[in-house]
């Protein structure tokens, strides 16, 4: 059974930076491809950004483009974000989640909420 | 790229079908067989319930169905259930030369 656990969340200023890890069991991690996704309080699900198995190809969407950072440590099966200059609108709880193609998630985490406020 | 049009809101009676469109454009929905759609009950992480336009996961109840029309997907939930009362979003992949993933807005549904 598939289990992702987020963590790294917390509470921090406008402008800082912070880390969210996804620790992965159940699977062989460098099979697949992994996503982060994003849910504003009381809003809809964002996709953030993808990885590829073997971290040869990220991409991000446009509202991260050039602050967040999306890697991978397949010998620690885990999911890395680094979030930098962080703005309110990104306050969110974020999701890892992967599944059986790039294109759909099976596998979903509990989430971690990131708060930006000064 | 917009998100995918839903309704925010739709509901039925326990034993009723209900459906749930997604409208999206020829550059996501109508391009790719790429439509899914997740249920979230609150304070849970989503659950995939439809994948690639039709597919039913392993596990979800054969209730749940997908169908797509151009660039118009759709859930139906037939014999409404109690247990089905959640939040609804539908996704499509929507890159070309740049991959993309978007949801709809999501639509709440009651059950009455």
């Known amino acids: 059974q598939v289990q992702l656990v987020e963590s790294g969340g917390g509470v921090v200023q406008p402008g800082r930076s912070l880390r969210l890890s996804c620790a992965a069991s159940?699977?062989?991690?460098?099979?697949?491809?992994i996503h982060w996704v994003r849910q504003a309080p009381g809003k809809g699900l964002e996709w953030v950004a993808v990885?590829?198995?073997?971290?040869?190809?990220?991409y991000y969407a446009e509202s991260v483009k050039g602050r967040f950072t999306i890697s991978r440590d397949n010998s620690k099966n885990t999911l890395f974000l680094q979030m930098n200059s962080l703005r309110a609108e990104d306050t969110a709880v974020y999701y890892c989640?992967?599944?059986?193609?790039?294109?759909?998630?099976?596998?979903w985490g509990q989430g971690t909420l990131v708060t930006v406020s000064s | 790229q917009s998100a995918l049009t839903q309704p925010a809101s739709v509901s039925g009676s326990p034993g009723q079908s209900i459906t749930i469109s997604c409208t999206g454009t020829?550059?996501?929905?109508?391009?790719?067989?790429?439509v899914s759609w997740y249920q979230q009950h609150p304070g849970k992480a989503p659950k995939l319930m439809i994948y690639?336009?039709?597919k039913r996961p392993s596990g979800v109840s054969d209730r749940f169905s997908g169908s797509k029309s151009g660039n118009t997907a759709s859930l139906t939930i037939s014999g409404l259930q109690a247990e089905d009362e959640a939040d609804y979003y539908c996704?499509?992949?929507?890159?070309?030369?740049?991959?993309?993933?978007?949801f709809g807005g999501g639509t709440k549904l009651t059950v009455l």
């Open positions: 989640a992967t599944g059986g193609s790039l294109y759909y998630f099976d596998s």
């Open positions: 159940g699977l062989t991690f460098s099979d697949y491809s």
């Open positions: 990885i590829w198995y073997d971290g040869s190809k990220k």
């Open positions: 020829s550059s996501d929905v109508g391009s790719y067989n790429l």
């Open positions: 690639e336009d039709t």
């Open positions: 996704c499509s992949y929507a890159g070309s030369t740049y991959f993309n993933i978007i």
